[in-house]
């Protein structure tokens, strides 16, 4: 159900956001989901594109098939636990220090 090209649809953070940059913030992450798009290819790889810089890499599931493991073209891994997939809907999760984002994408095509 994953492979495909994906879009953001929604961004969540927990980080608290102070109210003078909520307006910034706001923008920021409008941009971000107009910019951004991910392709999952049948074959493992992806190939991810925001604001126009594109990375590439591998992806897997983990044994239980509960987290979606990235790992792009320098070797960095980017694990995100999956707590929604569907044929149209990807929602996923990661913590970056204290920090929780999830993050919910719909399927193009």
Known sequence: MIVGEWK???IKTS???P????????QIM???????KIE???????????????TT???????NENTLVMINENGKTEPAKIIEL????LVLENQLDQ?????????VK
């Open 8 to 10: 953001i649809s929604e």
């Open 30 to 36: 409008e941009d971000m989901k107009s910019s951004t």
């Open 57 to 63: 890499g591998k992806w897997s599931f983990t044994e």
């Open 19 to 26: 109210d003078e940059q909520k307006e910034v913030y706001k």
């Open 15 to 17: 980080e608290e956001i």
């Open 99 to 107: 920090t929780k984002n999830t993050i919910s994408w719909e399927k």
């Open 86 to 89: 569907t044929e149209n809907k």
């Open 40 to 54: 999952f290819k049948s074959d493992g790889t992806y190939q991810q594109t925001i604001s126009e810089e594109t």
